[in-house]
């Protein structure tokens, strides 16, 4: 049950455009189209942002889209805004019906 | 309004043991698998165990054979109990909803979030 491995940092100037990576294996990225994103603030608990890879829930930003390729997955935020400023967590399902989380990403808005 | 409360978190020394619980309220609890994840001070979070509607379990390796989850339906509420407890177990807990709809095979994602209790495991 090795985290899935996303860049340690992004970071980006308002109105811009960043992607995220997640990868991971044939055994939960690539295995399902269960792949979901989370936003966690300092002291906060997470938010949910995307699901089933690139599902958006009611009420989070349509900036906010996710895609995937074979055992890659990626979050992008489109123009970039100061509240964007927080860590991301991507989450696969695994063919052992575990969970796993990607290692996270700190994302600055410069 | 869907809300999960968590409680029981606190010191416990190395060894020792700890039950978390959960209170849900504003869905059909019974209807949902149910989940823990963790969080360690400065690090990222980390999935610890789910239930599912039909009591089946899963855990991370990490604390497998030292946790147990465990749900009780009438009283809309989630637990896990925690023994032989170590230095490395020191995080926030999280009571998450995990959401999966088994007749469409759609889901396994976190919908819902408890604010979270922390645990520290020191001497």
């Known amino acids: 049950q090795s985290a899935l491995t996303q860049p340690a940092s992004v970071s980006g100037s308002p109105g811009q455009s960043i992607t995220i990576s997640c990868t991971g294996t044939s055994s939960d990225v690539g295995a399902y189209n269960f792949v979901s994103w989370y936003q966690q603030h300092p002291g906060k608990a997470p938010k949910l942002m995307i699901y089933?890879?690139?599902n958006r829930p009611s009420g989070v930003s349509n900036r906010f889209s996710g895609s995937k390729s074979g055992n890659t997955a990626s979050l992008i935020i489109s123009g970039l805004q100061a509240e964007d400023e927080a860590d991301y967590y991507c989450?696969?399902?695994?063919?052992?019906?575990?969970?796993?989380f990607g290692s996270g990403t700190k994302v600055t808005v410069l | 309004q869907v809300q999960l409360v968590e409680s029981g978190g606190g010191l416990v020394k190395p060894g020792g043991s700890l039950r978390l619980s959960c209170a849900a309220s504003?869905?059909?609890?019974?209807?949902?698998?149910m989940s823990w994840v963790r969080q360690a001070p400065g690090k990222g979070l980390e999935w610890v165990s789910y239930i599912t509607t039909s009591w089946t379990v899963y855990y991370a390796d990490s604390v497998k054979g030292r946790v147990t989850i465990s749900r009780d339906n009438a009283k809309n509420s989630l637990s896990l109990q925690m023994n032989s407890l170590r230095a490395e177990d020191t995080a926030v807990y999280y009571c998450t909803r995990l959401y999966y709809n088994i007749m469409a095979d759609k889901g396994y994602h976190f919908d819902y979030w408890g604010q979270g209790i922390p645990v520290t495991v020191s001497s």
């Open positions: 989450n696969s399902h695994t063919t052992s019906s575990t969970l796993v």
């Open positions: 089933e890879v690139s």
């Open positions: 504003g869905f059909t609890f019974s209807e949902f698998y």
